[in-house]
């Protein structure tokens, strides 16, 4: 038996759409919302009737029967700290997606969307692994501030899907293997996998690691603390200056890996010293990771769209190459990692989770 399923992947300014069947992806499409469009809305939950509507027009148009569909997936957005995997939206998960569990997130509206177009067919609506995804072991939450600990806030849906990739390409069970897991996109996250759970992983959102295009992370707290009383900023600014405006957007004014990679390929003595100092961090967060696997790493994984950048990559290996052997999957195909979520627990291959 062939499933065919919709994906939704709402984001702040677009709502990416994709039809699969199994594997394989029928169409794709990414609908552009003007800013216009979503200002008249006073919340994201309120957008919810407009980007269904934006939807079941779209499939309309390309002459898409929905009464074809096996089951619906949507990007899970800021709920409560959940293991990994893939849950069904049931009550319990649509109303703290509509609250906002965590905060308020475009992505919340993925699991909306999937329940309430499910529901009008009679089938399966899920979301696979959100940011939220928290397997820390108890030991890595300490920080040591009581009041601040450690926070599992990472690439979850892309890290896990190449790390079952990983382990499906060499004939191993995921929960088999020791793996230290690198997304490298606008945040970077570098989580360490062992036996199917991500133990430790450094916030990619917000405070944690190597600094990347976007986010400054892990910076002296010192420094930082008098940064906040120095009268000079409001602490929206101040957020901006770390998340958002920090990275390479800070040092080179662009969020762009490969304009950074072009000004050290013609000799921009100050990009080139930003370049390596961004290769030199992420591999210090592998080697950390490596000693929380006391080791024992099978394989590390760089992921991401920078990974597309056969010079970041390979200096990464040259400094981390001793720990353990490389695999690179560049990109992030986010429909993908969600449609595999749905069918293994379609197929049975696992059992939905329960919220």
């Known amino acids: 038996m062939s499933y065919t399923s919709l994906i939704i992947n709402p984001g702040s300014t677009s709502t990416k759409i994709g039809v699969f069947e199994d594997e394989t992806l029928l169409f794709e499409e ?8 979503i200002a008249q809305y006073g919340s994201i939950f309120e957008q919810k009737d407009f ?3 934006v939807i079941l027009n779209i499939l309309k148009e390309k002459d898409f029967d929905l009464k074809k569909l096996n089951f619906v997936v949507g990007r899970g957005g800021m709920l409560k700290p959940i293991p ?10 649509l109303n703290d997606l509509i609250i906002g569990k965590q905060g308020q997130h475009a992505s919340n509206l993925g699991g909306i969307l999937a329940k309430e177009i499910g529901d009008s067919l009679g089938i399966h609506s899920y979301i696979v692994d959100p940011v939220v995804v928290d397997e820390l072991q108890e030991i890595a939450r300490l920080s040591g501030v ?11 849906l892309n890290q896990k899907a190449v790390a079952k990739r990983y382990a499906k390409e060499v004939g191993k069970k995921y929960e ?26 450094y916030n990619a959102l917000d405070g944690e690691g190597a600094f990347s295009p976007e986010r400054a992370g892990a910076v002296p707290p010192g420094d930082l603390l008098k940064l906040c009383f120095s009268g000079k900023y409001t602490e929206k600014e101040l957020y901006k200056k770390l ?6 957007n800070a040092y080179l004014n662009t969020n762009d890996a490969r304009i950074v990679e072009a000004k050290y390929l013609e000799g921009d003595e100050f990009a080139t010293k930003v370049f390596h100092a961004f290769h030199y961090q992420v591999a210090k967060d592998i080697g950390a990771m490596a000693t929380v696997l006391e080791g024992k790493v099978d394989q590390i994984i760089l992921t991401g769209g ?8 390979d200096a990464i290996k040259e400094r981390a190459g001793w720990i353990a052997p490389f695999t690179v999957y560049p990109g992030e195909d986010e429909l993908l990692a969600l449609c595999q979520g749905g069918l293994r627990v379609e197929t049975g291959e696992e059992k939905a989770m329960e919220y």
């Open 30 to 37: 990414t609908l552009r919302h003007t800013t216009e469009e």
């Open 306 to 313: 920078i990974a597309y950048g056969k010079i970041t990559c």
């Open 243 to 248: 998340v958002g405006g920090g990275g390479f």
């Open 51 to 53: 980007r269904k509507d």
């Open 176 to 201: 088999d293997l020791n793996l230290i897991v690198v997304h490298m996109g606008g945040g970077v996250s570098v989580g360490a996998h062992k036996n199917g759970k991500v133990v430790d992983v």
């Open 146 to 156: 009581p009041e601040l600990p450690r926070r599992s806030v990472f690439h979850a």
């Open 84 to 93: 990994g995997g893939t849950y069904e939206v049931t009550n319990a998960l």
